[in-house]
């Protein structure tokens, strides 16, 4: 049996094993996934308001396995989290797609209801959501470090914040014009920067970082007063980067901060109920701080 094929049909076999549960279900698909924090955060909020016939798993899903995966769940199921590598591809699978999901180009989201499923993107609306929790209501001008998947969300996040202009470092010219669609339809100007330059990023009001870790650890720029820095990464924490912003005075927004305002929006979608955020925030702190 060809390796996709098998691996499909064990993912089908862990399926097959709730359908007599009772209850309602959801999920973070992805691969690798076991790292996972997202089941910490939606089983926590689901304890705290008295879901109590409601679970959240993980399950490992590469791209060309989630068209059948999701074809094959039964009407229990509530809603999936999707991270790497299923962003993109979630967009095909799905019956309808939000205006947020289809200007980025991705989906973090698929929400079960009675037309089938529903892409959406909740990694920007909670980008914005952690920034303004950081007194952060308005920008002029935005640089992101990187030009991989959450970059997408980082221009949402700048274009709502009403930036008309977004410098993105990044060393490949050709991952940066894959943005440049996305930035088309938020209706914000991209400009590129070479990674090399990315000490220039301080001049900025709010500076996103959504490099692998390691990639901006020497990144030192002469940070503007009152600057906000959100670094993506949450482990090890706090980076080199958002240290030394911290020791310059800046306000820090970390991956946890989007972890938990991503969730948060997940949680009202797949269950219709406002999400219990402070019992979810110190349930991701503990897992966190356990790591």
Request: proline share 6%; glycine share 10%; charged share 15%.
């Amino acid at each position: 049996m060809a390796p996709a094929l098998e691996a499909a049909g064990a993912g089908h076999a862990r399926l097959a094993g709730m359908v007599n549960e009772v209850g309602r279900r959801a999920a973070v698909l992805g691969k690798p996934v076991a790292h996972s924090l997202s089941p910490v955060l939606h089983n926590a909020g689901y304890a705290a308001i008295g879901l109590a016939d409601w679970r959240y798993t993980a399950i490992e899903c590469a791209e060309a396995e989630l068209a059948d995966l999701v074809a094959g769940l039964g009407p229990y199921w509530a809603g999936l989290s999707l991270t790497m590598p299923l962003k993109e591809v979630a967009l095909s699978v799905a019956d309808r797609v939000t205006p947020v999901a289809a200007a980025l180009g991705a989906a973090n989201t698929l929400v079960h209801g009675p037309d089938g499923w529903l892409a959406e993107n909740t990694d920007a609306p909670g980008m914005v959501d952690a920034l303004r929790s950081a007194g952060l209501t308005a920008v002029e001008r935005v640089a992101v470090l990187g030009a991989g998947g959450t970059a997408r969300a980082a221009l949402a996040a700048g274009a709502q914040l009403g930036a008309p202009m977004i410098d993105v470092y990044a060393r490949r010219a050709e991952a940066v014009d894959q943005l440049r669609p996305v930035a088309e339809r938020l209706g914000v100007l991209l400009t590129h920067v070479d990674f090399a330059h990315a000490d220039r990023a301080g001049s900025a009001e709010l500076i996103i970082s959504t490099v692998p870790k390691g990639v901006a650890d020497a990144v030192r720029p002469a940070w503007r007063p009152g600057a906000v820095l959100f670094d993506a990464l949450y482990d090890p924490w706090p980076t080199p980067l958002a240290a030394a912003a911290r020791a310059g005075g800046l306000r820090i927004v970390s991956g946890l901060d989007l972890l938990l305002n991503q969730a948060v929006h997940q949680f009202t979608l797949f269950t219709g109920l406002p999400a219990p955020v402070a019992a979810m925030d110190a349930a991701l702190r503990e897992a966190a701080a356990q790591r």
